[in-house]
């Protein structure tokens, strides 16, 4: 509406607040601190204020989303260690008789723990990329068919179209995640490998 129009309306010849929209979100805080200073510099009583200032319904839902992220993380984590830990295991007790046979070879505990620490992290380098690489598909996958459909937030009449964006940085924190989550646990069994007697090693059937 034209401000002339929209005081008739309401019945006053006043401003209560003008809002600016930015095509980058990100220089919300840039432009303020700019704002802010002209503001003094011409002596204008105003107050500024940013929309995070003003979006406390936002924060708590970022909140309640970062802490489902987070409880998602560690039960991944969790069923990641115990499958690699399962998967160890079992090939300690496949593998007892060579085991038992390295080491009558002259090779040391250190040597076996060594063994099963690089199968636990080729685990997790093969793991990494493999997963790495079906998360950058998916997100094309999902943006080449139109992107994820959001309904209308509170207060809004008009949903909105999320396409996904692939991040380098959290890219390598999905992939070093995974490979020192299965070095990690990879440590119980290798320990457990290393501490085999030779004799009922090789006695193992």
Known sequence: LPLPMAQQLIQSDRVDKVVLLLKETE??????????????RAGLPLELRRWTDLASFYHRVVRVYDGMYQFVKVVIALIVI???????????????????TLMALGLGRRGIVELFLLEGLFIGLVG????????????????????????????????????????????????TSSVLTALLSSLYPAFRASRMQVVEALRYT
């Not at 090939?91 to 038992?100: H, K, L, Q, W």
């Not at 998916?138 to 459909?149: K, P, Q, S, W, Y």
């Not at 809004?156 to 692939?166: P, T």
């Open 128 to 175: 990494g990329i493999l997963g790495a690489a079906a998360g950058i598909g998916t997100c094309h996958l999902v943006n080449a068919f139109g992107g994820i459909a959001i309904s209308p937030p509170p207060g809004a009449s008009r949903g909105y179209i999320v396409f996904l964006n692939v991040v380098p940085r959290v890219l390598l924190f999905a992939f």
């Open 27 to 40: 220089l919300t805080d840039l432009v303020a601190r700019r704002l802010h200073a002209e503001l003094n």
């Open 82 to 100: 115990l499958s690699i830990m399962n998967t160890l295991m079992m090939a300690i007790f496949e593998r007892t008789r060579e085991i038992g």
